[in-house]
């Protein structure tokens, strides 16, 4: 046993070392500001470190390989949980089931940065995209993303989506078409009769942002007019797995466990519709 003991200190050594690495990096007053912070301020702080950490690449899960700017102009506090793999992980996974195994085009309303049209097209799970965003800024962003992972080709960038978005889309087939839909509560006014007509062959998700005004009367609208065309269903929350990553070994819990945060207000309802017949 005693021969042993020279290899189980050095393996106890090895784990330990980033830990002691990160206790002599933290001075008193770095200390006292972590103290000061907001919840919102640490989610941002961590994921800095956790995309400087990884290259602003993300490192696991469907879209691994995909490469960020770090001047993205939204949710700054989500990059640690995109760059893991772990971001509305409800919603990758669905995209990565085998139920949209054959689907060919991606279209995204309310794209942000882009992650989920560039991932879906650098990891060959579509063979085009669309991308609707309402702010200039992301829609640069976009098109910067794009270009740093080769899929600048694919994609098409618009801006704001209306209730005649689905005319863009004429070129689809709508019926190999997934629509992700992230509209920060204008999804009830991008969707009408006319519109869900439009989209009827498609394959339709929707984050609802309950918070919107008057949001009973909307959404109680909306179901009905979208249950006439469409089969109505959820998508329910999934669970995240942070002990298999050990980039994170050194992290504190409270910093470990905010990088599942996605800053939400309250659980999430993620639709998803699918065509009649």
Same mark, same amino acid.
């Given at each position: 046993?005693?021969?042993?003991?020279?290899?189980?200190?050095?393996?106890? *050594?090895?784990?330990?070392?980033?830990?002691?690495?990160?206790?002599?990096?933290?001075?008193?007053?770095?200390?006292?500001?972590?103290?000061?912070?907001?919840? &919102?301020?640490?989610?941002?702080?961590?994921?800095?470190?956790?995309?400087?950490?990884?290259?602003?690449?993300?490192?696991?899960?469907?879209?691994?390989?995909?490469?960020?700017?770090?001047?993205?102009?939204?949710?700054?506090?989500?990059?640690?949980?995109?760059?893991?793999?772990?971001?509305?992980?409800?919603?990758?996974?669905?995209?990565?089931?085998?139920?949209?195994?054959?689907?060919?085009?991606?279209?995204?309303?309310?794209? @942000?940065?882009? $992650?989920?049209?560039?991932?879906? &097209?650098?990891?060959? %799970?579509?063979?085009?995209?669309?991308?609707?965003?309402?702010?200039?800024?992301?829609? *640069?962003?976009?098109?910067?993303?794009?270009?740093?992972?080769?899929?600048?080709?694919?994609?098409?960038? $618009?801006?704001?989506?209306?209730?005649?978005?689905?005319?863009?889309?004429?070129?689809?087939?709508?019926?190999?078409?997934?629509?992700?839909?992230?509209?920060?509560?204008?999804?009830?006014?991008?969707?009408?009769?006319?519109? &869900?007509?439009?989209?009827?062959?498609?394959?339709?998700?929707?984050?609802?942002?309950?918070?919107?005004?008057?949001?009973?009367?909307? $959404?109680? %609208?909306?179901?009905?007019?979208?249950?006439?065309?469409?089969?109505?269903?959820?998508? @329910?929350?999934?669970?995240?797995?942070?002990?298999?990553?050990?980039?994170?070994?050194?992290?504190?819990?409270?910093?470990?466990?905010?990088?599942?945060?996605?800053? *939400?207000?309250?659980?999430? %309802?993620?639709?998803?519709?699918?065509?009649?017949?």
């Amino acid at each position: 046993m005693n021969e042993k003991l020279p290899d189980l200190i050095e393996g106890e *050594r090895i784990f330990f070392q980033k830990v002691f690495e990160r206790q002599s990096r933290a001075t008193m007053e770095m200390r006292e500001q972590w103290r000061a912070e907001t919840i &919102l301020q640490r989610r941002r702080r961590v994921s800095s470190e956790i995309y400087d950490l990884l290259g602003g690449v993300v490192k696991y899960g469907p879209f691994k390989g995909l490469s960020l700017a770090k001047n993205n102009w939204w949710g700054g506090g989500d990059f640690g949980s995109m760059l893991l793999g772990l971001y509305e992980k409800e919603i990758l996974d669905f995209l990565f089931s085998e139920r949209l195994d054959g689907f060919e085009s991606f279209v995204d309303v309310g794209a @942000a940065d882009g $992650y989920y049209a560039i991932g879906m &097209l650098r990891s060959a %799970r579509v063979k085009n995209a669309v991308c609707f965003e309402l702010s200039e800024e992301g829609q *640069r962003t976009i098109a910067s993303n794009a270009e740093s992972n080769s899929t600048s080709d694919r994609i098409q960038i $618009y801006g704001a989506a209306d209730r005649r978005f689905y005319e863009k889309l004429s070129h689809l087939d709508l019926s190999k078409t997934i629509v992700l839909v992230d509209a920060e509560g204008a999804e009830f006014e991008i969707f009408d009769d006319v519109s &869900l007509e439009g989209l009827k062959q498609a394959m339709i998700v929707i984050e609802i942002h309950n918070w919107v005004e008057d949001f009973w009367e909307k $959404y109680t %609208r909306f179901l009905s007019s979208a249950s006439a065309l469409f089969n109505v269903e959820f998508i @329910a929350p999934a669970a995240r797995d942070l002990t298999q990553f050990q980039e994170l070994n050194d992290f504190t819990d409270d910093n470990r466990y905010l990088i599942c945060s996605e800053g *939400r207000p309250n659980v999430m %309802r993620f639709m998803v519709l699918t065509p009649k017949g």
